[in-house]
């Protein structure tokens, strides 16, 4: 079974500093895909940044960018250039490239944006 | 372009009883998953829906039970409510091409049920 874990429950940043959040995870399965949500206060949950498993070169979305170790089955997240309105709970998933795609969730870091 | 969307947002419920979550998917997707997300917690697949069938189911049990329409729209069903029933209900929408499902899943807001 596939598992996602992140090892930081709280994180916190200065405004305008770059933060990194963890995640490792379990699979024996070779082409996935991995996502970094965002779940504010309001609860919607938003995605944040996606990588496919077979592309080498990490995702970059503006101020977010991921470092992706497919041996090491890690996907931290970092956020450069931090604002007040990153503040929220962060999750990792994994997902599987087969046709019903069940993503598995990480239990969620929780940033908080100092200013 | 209309996102995904859920209703009620807040629900309470005593035990025993039964309730019946909704979920509309984001233009042009078809298939919808169901995530349950207790509090300081992931959330938790609970099973998909596509072509009006379910498609996989995570481990949960059999009173939890949905449906999808023609026009992609789901329920979610949960039976003989327990206490533990409490959490956000999150739905999420995609769309499949042939067999090859897409590789990004939107979220609705969520229904917050609370069972006392």
């Known amino acids: 079974a596939q598992t996602v874990t992140q090892s930081q429950p709280e994180m916190s940043v200065q405004e305008a500093e770059t933060v990194t959040l963890s995640c490792t995870y379990d699979?024996?399965?070779?082409?996935?895909?991995l996502f970094w949500y965002k779940q504010p206060p309001s609860r919607q949950m938003i995605l944040v940044i996606r990588?496919?498993?077979?592309?080498?070169q990490n995702a970059t979305e503006n101020r977010f960018s991921v470092n992706f170790q497919k041996a090491a089955k890690s996907f931290s997240l970092k956020i450069s250039d931090s604002q007040l309105g990153d503040a929220a709970m962060y999750f990792c998933?994994?997902?599987?490239?087969?046709?019903?795609?069940?993503?598995?969730f990480g239990d969620g870091t929780t940033l908080t944006v100092k200013p | 372009d209309a996102g995904v969307t859920q209703s009620p947002t807040h629900l309470i419920k005593t035990r025993g009883q039964q309730v019946t979550l909704r979920c509309s998917p984001k233009?042009?997707?078809?298939?919808v998953s169901w995530y349950q997300q207790a509090l300081g917690q992931g959330p938790q697949f609970i099973f998909q829906?596509?072509?009006?069938?379910?498609?996989q189911r995570g481990n949960f049990p059999d009173r939890f039970s949905g449906h999808q329409f023609p026009n992609y729209s789901s329920e979610l069903n949960v039976n003989a409510l327990l206490l533990g029933d409490s959490a956000l209900y999150l739905c999420?929408?995609?769309?499949?091409?042939?067999?090859?499902?897409?590789?990004?899943?939107?979220f609705g807001p969520g229904t917050r049920l609370t069972v006392l």
């Open positions: 999420a929408s995609s769309w499949t091409s042939g067999n090859l499902l897409t590789d990004t899943q939107y």
């Open positions: 699979t024996s399965e070779s082409d996935y895909y």
């Open positions: 990588q496919e498993a077979y592309k080498q």
């Open positions: 998933a994994y997902r599987p490239r087969d046709n019903a795609g069940k993503s598995t």
């Open positions: 233009s042009g997707h078809d298939t």
């Open positions: 829906y596509y072509e009006e069938e379910e498609r």
